[in-house]
Nanobody, 123 residues
Framework: QVQLVESGGGLVQAGGSLRLSCAAS????????MGWFRQAPGKEREFVAH????????IYADSVKGRFTISRDNAKNTVYLQMNSLKPEDTAVYYC????????????????WGQGTQVTVSS
């Protein structure tokens, strides 16, 4: 089992920044991929970004490329999402997820999920 706890959400004005953190505990050695997803009101959950444990390669959704940066500290079992130039359309509950070697951009490929943290961007 892997437990994931997100933090860092909040209310910010458009153009501002936030950094989300996701602390993992438990059997984290199998979490080859750590990802962030988000779900806006009335919409399906969507992929934001992910990062691999070995090598640190990353993938981003087109909607956040150039504005968001995902990173991880393996020693602390923590993954971060730095969000800059935030827009009202970034408003959503952001979820951290832990996957395996084959995890990609689909949520079905992730085995463990956090409870989510709310990000609200005002215009």
């Amino acid at each position: 089992q892997v437990q994931l706890v997100e933090s860092g959400g909040g209310l910010v004005q458009a153009g501002g920044s936030l950094r989300l953190s996701c602390a993992a505990s438990g059997r984290t050695f199998g979490s080859y991929v750590m990802g962030w997803f988000r779900q806006a009101p009335g919409k399906e959950r969507e992929f934001v970004a992910h990062i691999r444990r070995i090598g640190g390669s990353t993938i981003y959704a087109d909607s956040v490329k150039g504005r968001f940066t995902i990173s991880r500290d393996n020693a602390k079992n923590t993954v971060y999402l730095q969000m800059n130039s935030l827009k009202p359309e970034d408003t959503a509950v952001y979820y951290c997820a832990a996957g395996n070697f084959y995890s990609g951009t689909g949520e079905a490929g992730y085995d463990y999920w956090g409870q989510g943290t709310q990000v609200t961007v005002s215009s």
